[in-house]
């Protein structure tokens, strides 16, 4: 399949202003700054605010919560021939659930400095996860159990798998 053709510029702000438009209201009704939109084929399908707080939910950010939308409309765990549009960067755990949906495209306004200065800061997740796994902040232990992999094994040998 050729690679999607590129928005213009004037689509692609228009998309990041609805994204940004959707942060401003959603921190008017209490939640988070930041704000993402789902397009396939110049159509929004799906929007996202961040409901972290609203849910006490730590991984309802506007990036997932978009992705969930989106999904859901389009009843695939993928998100190919889709755009995303960002108020803001996305952070570490956002851009690990953008690589799984797959969209064709992420743009976003503000950059992860912006939301530092704002009191975002995620670069301490950036510079945990480049640590070896005995070295991070979080006492992570990698345990051997009998029997560990065979959930590996049970996958790779079902014929009925949905590969993803």
Not at 16 to 40: H, M, S
Not at 96 to 113: E, Q
Request: charged share 25%; glycine share 8%; with cysteine.
């Amino acid at each position: 399949m050729p690679p999607p053709s590129d928005p213009s510029k004037d689509t692609t702000r228009a998309f990041l202003e609805q994204a940004i438009r959707l942060a401003v209201d959603n921190v008017a009704a209490g939640g988070g700054p930041f704000g993402a939109i789902v397009v396939r084929r110049g159509e929004v399908i799906a929007r996202g605010a961040n409901r972290v707080t609203a849910e006490a939910d730590p991984t309802a950010h506007a990036e997932v919560v978009a992705i969930r939308e989106a999904c859901r409309v389009l009843g695939t765990f993928q998100l190919d021939g889709c755009d995303v549009y960002s108020s803001a960067e996305p952070c570490p755990m956002c851009m690990g659930a953008l690589y799984w949906a797959r969209p064709d495209r992420v743009f976003f306004a503000s950059d992860r400095a912006a939301a530092a200065a704002a009191g975002f800061d995620d670069r301490f997740i950036y510079d945990e996860l480049a640590r070896t796994v005995d070295a991070r902040d979080l006492d992570t232990r990698h345990v051997e159990v009998e029997g560990a992999g065979r959930e590996f094994d049970a996958w790779a040998s079902n014929p009925d798998r949905t590969e993803y």
